[in-house]
């Protein structure tokens, strides 16, 4: 039997919780279909829980100290385009540097 991966657990969470919505389904059925869900749910708990303290471990300093700050999408996009235009600066200041440089 293949391992069971988060996605994949996710995947079977959504598949139960349709089935119990959508179908007419008994009590024990339901039953067994909740018993099912709340193992998936717990399954995914715990890769997420596994996957945030590998996150804290990369984001750790140079001290050994994590530094926790809540992840912010544009924040990051804003980080990420701000590195971008530092780059394009540094690279049009070395070539005006090297063109200034050249003896024609």
């Known amino acids: 039997m293949a391992e069971m991966t988060f996605e994949k657990a996710l995947e079977k969470l ?3 919780v349709n089935d119990m919505d959508s179908e007419d389904v008994s ?14 749910v717990r399954f995914c708990k715990e890769k997420l829980e596994k996957a ?15 530094k926790k ?6 924040a990051a996009s804003s980080d990420i ?8 600066e540094h690279k049009q200041t070395a070539l005006e540097d090297y063109e200034n440089e050249l003896p024609f």
């Open 14 to 16: 959504e598949t139960i």
């Open 27 to 40: 009590l024990d059925a339901s039953l067994k279909k909740f018993e099912e869900g709340i193992k998936m």
């Open 52 to 66: 945030e303290k590998k996150i804290e471990i990369l984001m750790k300093d140079a001290e050994g100290k994590t």
């Open 81 to 88: 385009s701000n590195q971008k235009s530092n780059d394009v």
């Open 69 to 74: 700050k809540p992840f912010n999408p544009q």
